[in-house]
C-alpha cells in the first residue's frame, strides 16, 4: 500500500474537477474519450528533451519500457542505441501500431495490454523507462511512480504538458456549453508530488509547435469537436472558436535516477 501525500491527493482533486456532467455526456454523439492511434506514432510527435535525456542514460544501448506507449512516439526513435523495447498501452489498436513501428525498426519488442501500475508485475526492469502525456490519466500517482521507481535501473524520463491539457479548452466549454472549468493540475504539482516522495527530479521545459499547428485542419476540429462532446452542426462555430488557439505548447520533462 502507498498512503497517499498532500500534494497527491490535491492531484486526485484536481483531476476529479475535470469530470464531465452525466447529463452532457448524454448528449454527446460519440464519447469524448481516446485519441487516433496515428497521433502517438513515432513519426507524427516531435523529438525533444525526453529523447535526449533517454538516449544519454542508455549510452551504448539497453532496454527501454514505454509507459503508455501509443504508437511509439516515446521510445521508437531511441533505436538505437535502445536494443529491446516493450510497450505499455490500454488500448490494442496502440499495441498493434507500436508492435507495427518496433518490427518496422528493427528492434525485439514485446507489448502489455493494461494499465500501468495494474500490470506492473508482466513485466522486469528496464533501464530506462519513458512516459509521455500519460500521468494526467493518472488519478492514484503514488503507486504509478513507486513502481516506475521499482523497474527502472538507470533513469526515469516523464514528459507532460505545463498544464492539464484540457485547460486551454475551459473557454470552449463555457463558450458551447456554459460549464466552468478547473486549471489544474500541473507539471509543478507533479513535480511537488515527486518531491514529497523523496524523489528530486531535474526539469527541463521546451516550447514546441502545438498538435494544432502540426495536424490537419479537418482532423483537428473533428478532434475538438469530440473532446467537447459536440455534434458536427456546431463545426462552424468551433472552427471559429479555434482560430484564436495557440500555436506552440509549452513541455515539462521531470527525470531522475531510480531509488
Known amino acids: 500500500m502507498h498512503p497517499p501525500t498532500a500534494a497527491a491527493e490535491r492531484w486526485a482533486a484536481e483531476l476529479e474537477a475535470w469530470s464531465i456532467p452525466e447529463e452532457i455526456l448524454a448528449r454527446a454523439p460519440e464519447s469524448p474519450w481516446g ?22 542514460a542508455l549510452g ?11 504508437g511509439g512516439a516515446a521510445s521508437i526513435p531511441l533505436v538505437p542505441p535502445a536494443s529491446s523495447l516493450t510497450g505499455i498501452d490500454a ?3 496502440m499495441l498493434e501500431a507500436y508492435a507495427r513501428e518496433a518490427g518496422a525498426a528493427g ?32 488519478a492514484d500517482i503514488v503507486p504509478f511512480v513507486a ?9 526515469v524520463v516523464v514528459e507532460l504538458a505545463e498544464h492539464h491539457p484540457s485547460v486551454p479548452l475551459a473557454p470552449l466549454w463555457m463558450r458551447f ?14 513535480a511537488e508530488v515527486l518531491r514529497e516522495l523523496e524523489i528530486h527530479p531535474e526539469i527541463e521545459r521546451e516550447v514546441r509547435p502545438s498538435w494544432k ?22 463545426d462552424g ?11 506552440e505548447t509549452t513541455t515539462v520533462v521531470l527525470h531522475w535516477l531510480p531509488y
Open 35 to 56: 485519441f487516433p492511434a496515428h497521433l502517438f506514432a513515432a513519426e507524427h510527435a516531435p523529438q525533444g528533451a525526453l529523447h535526449r535525456i533517454a538516449r544519454a
Open 60 to 70: 551504448d544501448g539497453g532496454s527501454v519500457l514505454d509507459i503508455g506507449c501509443g
Open 91 to 93: 488500448l490494442p489498436d
Open 107 to 138: 528492434v525485439p519488442h514485446s507489448e502489455v495490454l493494461g494499465h500501468w501500475p495494474d500490470v506492473a508485475r508482466q513485466v522486469g526492469p528496464c533501464d530506462v523507462i519513458v512516459c509521455r502525456n500519460v500521468v494526467y490519466n493518472v
Open 147 to 155: 513502481e516506475l521507481n521499482r523497474h527502472a535501473v538507470k533513469k
Open 177 to 190: 456549453w456554459g460549464l466552468p472549468r478547473p486549471d489544474g493540475p500541473t507539471a509543478e504539482l507533479f
Open 213 to 234: 499547428a502540426r495536424s490537419d485542419p479537418a482532423e483537428h476540429l473533428a478532434f475538438m469537436r469530440r473532446r467537447l462532446c459536440l455534434d458536427p452542426s456546431r
Open 237 to 247: 462555430e468551433l472552427a471559429e472558436a479555434l482560430a484564436g488557439e495557440g500555436d
